[in-house]
């Protein structure tokens, strides 16, 4: 069973920078996962349904929500099967759980998330 586990978040104020990761678990399906998958970036603020932010195929190319463009940069190592999602001129809409996952999402993939909360 692929476990995908998020981390990185934390208190950051608007305007501010924040890098997230992912780590998948590193046994055979964890593996084939980064493996063969274009891997994404959701997030889900509350009230709000879950939102893919970002993608990266296998050969790195990547592909972003326009609201995000410019400012979030997803990025993968499938050595360490790492996916990261670096943050800058974090806005207000920004601030909400964030998930890895494959792209298009599996079901049994989603994570527990890492929350970007904004600070005054």
């Known amino acids: 069973q692929v476990q995908l586990v998020e981390s990185g978040g934390g208190l950051v104020h608007p305007g501010g920078s924040q890098r997230l990761s992912c780590a998948a678990s590193?046994?055979?399906?964890?593996?084939?996962?980064?493996?063969?998958?274009?891997l994404g970036w959701y997030r889900q603020a509350p009230g709000n349904q879950r939102e893919l932010v970002a993608a990266?195929?296998?050969?790195?190319?990547?592909n972003y929500t326009d609201h995000v463009k410019g400012r979030f940069t997803i990025s993968r190592d499938n050595a360490k099967t790492m996916v990261y999602l670096q943050i800058n001129h974090l806005k207000p809409d920004d601030f909400a759980g964030y998930y890895c996952?494959?792209?298009?999402?599996?079901?049994?993939?989603w994570g527990q998330g890492t929350q970007v909360t904004g600070s005054l």
């Open positions: 996952n494959s792209f298009p999402a599996t079901g049994r993939y």
């Open positions: 590193r046994n055979i399906f964890g593996i084939t996962v980064f493996s063969i998958k274009d």
């Open positions: 990266i195929s296998l050969d790195g190319s990547t």
